[in-house]
């Protein structure tokens, strides 16, 4: 099982500042299936990020994916109210597809 | 619009049996690979189950792999999941998952969740 941990747990950060996620996998994710997805309070994941760097449909072009084999960053240019969430990354090429442990992002 | 609206979450027993269900309306459900992912309570996603458009392939979690069953209806655009020998630690909210194209392991679409709670 490829154990995705990521960092930090949490980001305080204010509007219109950058912010960096890291996701970093235990084992090589083949092919960079590796996702990211924003989840906000009582809502359902959103997908962010596909295949490592694939901004999703609609997703906005502040947030943007890299990295390759076992370490990934999400990071966010600028941010903006609505953007304060738990973010979580994936690695959907192995089974068990798993997610990393989050990281909260708050102002 | 994608949508996908599970139900069938409610407070049942240790040892007890349940059935979700998720009806999807808004793309062709039968071109879809779909997935139960779930949430504990405060805590972070699991994935605990796959089924391919035709349910030629389905996939488990090995903490649900023999309790729980994924399976799906193409004519009525539903996906099902029918959890056995439950225990409290399956108590978390369960989410109804699109994946991308027939067999796809991405998630690209979820549901909004419904809980199920496991206590006596």
């Known amino acids: 099982e490829i154990v995705l941990t990521q960092s930090p747990g949490t980001l305080s950060l204010s509007p219109g500042e950058r912010a960096t996620l890291s996701c970093r996998a235990s084992?090589?994710?083949?092919?960079?299936?590796l996702a990211w997805y924003q989840q906000k309070p009582g809502q359902a994941p959103r997908l962010l990020i596909r295949?490592?760097?694939r901004r999703a449909t609609g997703i906005p072009d502040r947030f943007s994916g890299s990295g390759s084999g076992t370490d990934f960053t999400l990071t966010i240019s600028r941010l903006e109210p609505e953007d304060f969430a738990v973010y979580y990354c994936?690695?959907?090429?192995?089974?068990?597809?798993?997610f990393g442990q989050g990281t909260k992002v708050e102002i | 619009e994608v949508q996908l609206v599970e139900s069938g979450g409610t407070l049942v027993q240790p040892g007890g049996s349940l059935r979700l269900s998720c009806a999807a309306s808004?793309?062709?459900?039968?071109?879809?690979?779909m997935n139960w992912v779930r949430q504990a309570p405060g805590k972070g996603l699991e994935w605990i189950a796959y089924?391919?458009?035709?349910?030629?392939?389905?996939d488990y979690a090995d903490s649900v792999k023999g309790r729980f069953t994924i399976s799906r209806d193409n004519a009525k655009n539903s996906l099902f999941l029918q959890m056995n020998s439950l225990r409290d630690e399956d108590t978390a909210v369960f989410y109804c998952?699109?994946?991308?194209?027939?067999?796809?392991?991405?998630?690209?679409?979820w549901g909004q969740g419904t809980l199920v709670t496991v206590s006596s």
């Open positions: 998952a699109r994946g991308e194209g027939s067999a796809g392991w991405l998630i690209d679409f």
């Open positions: 808004g793309f062709t459900f039968s071109s879809y690979s």
């Open positions: 089924i391919t458009s035709s349910s030629s392939t389905i």
């Open positions: 084992q090589t994710v083949g092919d960079n299936h």
């Open positions: 295949g490592a760097s």
């Open positions: 994936q690695q959907y090429n192995t089974s068990p597809r798993t």
